[in-house]
């Protein structure tokens, strides 16, 4: 991505010393003979909490298939805690928390006999952080975790990430099959857990909104491959949706300055992260007869979506 | 590296298992009628003759050793003894032969056939070490199974079937009457032929500690045991025994050096079978007495040998012939030039399974090279390249088409490493193993 | 850790295995009570006849037991592993992912193998009442290449759970069978004591060749 916003966030981005806790390069990963990126880079610092975010279809559950180490990638490198992905050591794969898209667990194990399978594998395992989440549940210590919701499941999946007491956690999903209630909880959770720092989170959600509030960082990943990370901050200050007007002619389209163009809704909508003034400029030079209007405010989801477009 | 382990096993598992049954299934689509050739000594010709089927269906020629054809009818009549039904049925008996008049009186008298089998060995069948030791005098018609069973060991046991518990009086009075006949135990070897269908009970013939013969006869309740006498160095293997109505003989006796033997049946004096090149292992033998002649007749898959005596067994003539089925067909030289081995588990001379390599020779080596081609260019495009398709291609080199198939269905995995030097020269971490990451 | 993967596997199984061990008594029960009948409707010195002589084997009931055992065994521990792709659970462990799976299929042949053991007593005890000792030994004889059908089911139905691809379970599926099918093609008794150590080590390979699909498994390759 030769994108000036690209490049000005990585500048801005201090590195953490050290090797980062993801770092992938020139990844290139393709089914049979159809590729779903050629050449894809970016990397997490250790410590930042990161959200994936992309739309259906852009790959992003093969990126977290790469991540987790359940694909070997076609070409470039794909290296977690400074080990190929693929190819992790036990001692690495103790440090990397996983939650798999609807909270995969031992259906036939309960509540107590997970506890137990899982602590033996895991030197800093810390049990009081499971049955602390997992006591709220009130459920007895045998209910088997095939008879429970999707939503209790996702809190003996969560404390189990916890008990690990994982230096870089990847989840997957979070948010699938779990009701607004139970989706708080588990935000509250993760981010109590968080508060204690030194950990590093690579999250992807289908729930945008969530991500307000949790990470530091987001990815975009945008079909063919393309992708932009910035800090959260950053993209929330700097991106910005305005309403418009075309006097004649045809409407804008992203051109690099304009990032999305949204012609469905009752007013016209044109997303960019440039300050209104350059705008401006632009629109005059490059698309006279755009008349801008106002500035809207946005949700984090509008944001997401003005930028990576409805369909 | 455990998982190029794991992939070289089913390689060779697969290899296995397609050596086994690949020939299996081959012979279920081609496997044909195979007649064996039907060789006698006519006493009319004094000269041998034979009916053998060609090609597959009906089709069979009646010939003699000069490759002079006979209608059916014929040749029946140039071994008049063996179709001497036949002969009585076309008014043809008495018939006159070297000199000599033969009712059918004097033809059913002199007739009989002995056999030997390889699968009747007794290395060549597992066989449980019990026999039921009949009365031989049972004083009526039929003969009938005991209530017990012998059971031969460090002494001879007698088992009641119904209580399934040793019989100590039997056991004591018979292995008392064997060690008192000079008898050592344990019993080594025992030979009888267990079945009620047969004229007269002729009992068991024992292999004692030392390697003598002993014969046990049940009469009236009572042991009766005699010891055999054996030529100097004779090794007994076998005795087939052949209780028959013409009582000269007893059955067969064969030696652990393949000498085969008569066994008489009053004086168990021990007559020599001249028969060269004959193999009890792989070789069915079967000797045909008639009033003037005695033939022995032995032949494996390929090969039919008969060699004729006089009645004093004496040899007259010799005679050997490839039998005209054995003989390879376009689709077993086809075969064996595509594969370059075959793997039995089931051997026609024996009830034990054994696995049997059959190396299919030089021919193979058509099919070893065919097989490398579509390899060499399946490792290719698995990407591999220099020295990695060795090994497999050594494989294939080895096992022809069973190791293509193999290879197929277990390709190794793809290189992609070459590919990527293609699009991009630097800038590129190095990788992990990504041929043969293991976990 | 041993512990706990021994932990996972007994929850997997112990259903399962309840069952099994119920017909495994079922089928020896049946077994009893037919060779008892037979002892009841015909003259026992018959009966031996036929067993020594003829090679009639009065106890291939159970012929085809202990390859459903392993079929059975390796449903139990492999299923639920495979459902909803629960194998990266495991494959997740910080433990080698070979020595993870050999730990699994050294549990379920442990526990193949004492079905076995128990097959073969049983079998042996069975024969002994009616039989002498002879025949109870060739019985257990004749009965050693079906209960290496059992392991070599076990392992072909491992293989078959653990392959993520469709194709390569097909191929499994058949080098299981043709394996088996190696297994049942005696005429009489004890016809396999010469070639089952033969048998046996080839049926080794399977050890290994559980890694393949594993590996399979976690690389989509």
């Not at chain 1, 007895?140 to 690990?164: E, T, W």
């Not at chain 1, 729930?207 to 990470?215: C, G, K, T």
């Not at chain 2, 020779?361 to 058509?366: E, H, K, N």
């Not at chain 3, 194998?87 to 699994?104: E, T």
Request: hydrophobic share 45%.
């Amino acid at each position: 991505m030769d994108r000036a916003v690209t490049l000005e966030a990585a500048r801005v981005r201090p590195e953490a010393d050290g090797t980062p806790a993801i770092e992938v390069r020139h990844l290139a990963h393709r089914y049979g003979s159809r590729s779903i990126y050629s050449d894809l880079s970016f990397s997490v610092p250790e410590g930042r909490v990161v959200a994936l975010l992309g739309k259906n279809g852009v790959g992003k559950t093969t990126l977290i298939r790469l991540l987790m180490g359940y694909l070997r990638p076609v070409g470039g490198a794909c290296r977690v805690l400074g080990e190929p992905s693929h190819n992790l050591s036990p001692a690495t794969r103790a440090r990397i928390g996983l939650l798999f898209e609807g909270h995969l667990a031992y259906d036939f194990m309960s509540i107590a006999e997970i506890e137990r399978f899982y602590r033996p594998f895991y030197p800093r395992w810390r049990r009081e952080l499971y049955y602390d989440l997992v006591d709220r549940l009130q459920l007895p210590y045998d209910h088997k975790i095939g008879n429970m919701s999707c939503g209790q499941r996702s809190q003996v999946v969560l404390g189990l990430i916890f008990a690990q007491d994982p230096d870089l956690m990847i989840l997957d999903d979070y948010s699938m099959g779990l009701d607004a209630g139970y989706r708080r909880l588990f935000l509250d959770y993760l981010k109590r857990y968080l508060d204690q720092g030194d950990k590093t989170v690579f999250v992807t959600s289908h729930v945008v909104q969530d991500m307000e509030s949790l990470v530091d960082d987001v990815i975009f990943l945008q079909r063919g491959g393309a992708l932009m990370q910035m800090p959260l901050a950053e993209f929330r200050a700097r991106f910005r949706s305005f309403g418009f007007r075309s006097e004649g002619g045809e409407p804008p389209r992203p051109d690099g300055v304009i990032e999305g163009v949204d012609l469905h809704g009752r007013e016209h909508l044109l997303y960019s992260f440039a300050t209104p003034e350059r705008l401006a400029e632009h629109l005059a030079r490059a698309w006279p007869g755009v008349r801008l209007g106002e500035e809207r405010p946005m949700t984090l989801e509008d944001a997401f979506i003005g930028l990576t477009g409805k369909y | 590296m455990t998982a190029r382990i794991a992939r070289w096993s089913l390689l060779l598992l697969t290899v296995f298992l397609l050596a086994v049954w690949l020939p299996r299934a081959k012979d279920l689509l081609f496997e044909y009628r195979f007649g064996k050739t039907d060789l006698f000594y006519s006493p009319v010709l004094e000269r041998f003759v034979y009916k053998e089927l060609l090609g597959e269906g009906h089709q069979f020629v009646y010939r003699d050793q000069d490759g002079q054809d006979y209608g059916r009818e014929a040749f029946e009549a140039l071994i008049p003894f063996i179709y001497y039904k036949n002969m009585e049925l076309w008014g043809k008996l008495p018939l006159e032969l070297a000199g000599q008049r033969f009712d059918k009186a004097a033809i059913q008298g002199e007739r009989l056939v002995l056999q030997l089998d390889p699968d009747e060995l007794p290395d060549h069948r597992p066989r449980i070490q019990l026999f039921p030791l009949l009365e031989a005098n049972p004083g009526r018609a039929r003969l009938r199974f005991p209530e017990d069973i012998m059971r031969p060991g460090e002494r001879l046991g007698f088992i009641g079937s119904d209580a399934n518990r040793l019989d100590p009086e039997l056991t004591r009075s018979f292995s008392e009457a064997m060690t008192e006949a000079g008898f050592r135990f344990p019993v080594r070897t025992t030979f009888g032929r267990v079945s009620i269908l047969k004229p007269f009970d002729a009992g068991y013939f024992l292999v004692d500690d030392d390697g003598r013969l002993f014969h046990l006869k049940r009469v009236d309740s009572e042991p009766v045991v005699t010891p055999v006498p054996l030529p100097e160095g004779l090794v007994v293997r076998h005795v087939k025994v052949t209780e028959n109505k013409r009582g000269e003989f007893l059955g067969l006796l064969l030696a652990r050096d393949g000498r085969l033997f008569l066994l008489g049946q009053e004086d168990y004096a021990l007559t020599p079978l001249p028969l060269p090149d004959y193999d009890p292992d792989r070789m069915a033998l079967k000797i045909l007495f008639n009033p003037l002649n005695r033939t022995a007749i032995y032949s494996d898959r390929t090969d039919v040998f008969a060699v004729a005596m006089d009645r004093d067994f004496r040899p007259i003539d010799r005679y050997q012939r490839e039998m005209a089925m054995a003989r390879p067909r376009l689709v077993d030289r086809t075969w064996d030039a595509l594969l370059p081995f075959s793997l039995t588990l089931q051997d026609p001379n024996s009830r034990y399974l054994a696995l049997d390599l059959r190396l299919h020779g030089p021919s193979a080596l058509v099919g070893l090279l065919l097989a490398l081609l579509p390899a060499y260019w399946l490792l290719r495009r698995r990407g591999l390249h220099g020295l990695a398709p060795i090994p497999s291609l050594l494989f294939v080199a080895v096992t022809g088409f069973y190791g293509l198939i193999a290879l197929l269905l277990f390709p190794p995995e793809r290189n992609l490493q070459p590919q990527r030097a293609t699009h991009r020269t630097a800038g590129a971490p190095p990788l992990g193993s990504v041929v043969d990451g293991g976990h | 850790m041993l512990r706990a993967m021994f932990l996972k596997e007994w929850l997997k199984l112990r259903w399962a295995l309840l069952g099994l061990l119920l017909v495994h008594v079922a089928m020896l029960a049946y077994l009893f009570l037919s060779v008892r009948h037979q002892f009841q409707v015909e003259h026992s010195e018959m009966i031996w006849y036929w067993s020594f002589e003829l090679r009639r084997l009065l106890y291939d009931q159970v012929m085809l037991l202990p390859a459903l055992t392993g079929a059975v065994t390796a449903v139990a521990q492999f299923g639920p592993e495979m459902v909803g792709g629960r194998f990266r659970l495991s494959l997740h462990l910080p433990v080698r992912g070979d020595l993870l799976v050999w730990s699994w299929v050294a549990v379920g042949a442990g526990v193949g193998a004492v079905l076995a053991v128990l097959d073969a007593a049983g079998l042996y005890g069975i024969i002994a009442l009616f039989f002498p000792r002879e025949a109870a030994a060739s019985a257990v004889l004749t009965a050693l290449p079906w209960l290496l059908g059992g392991w070599v089911a076990y392992f072909g139905t491992t293989l078959v759970l653990l392959e993520p691809a469709m194709r390569q379970r097909v191929v499994y599926l058949m080098l299981g069978l043709a394996f088996l099918g190696l297994l049942y093609l005696q005429r009489g008794y004890q016809e396999y004591d010469r070639i089952l150590p033969a048998l046996a080590a080839l049926s080794l390979l399977f050890v290994p060749a559980v890694i393949l699909p594993a590996h399979r498994y976690r690389h989509r390759s």
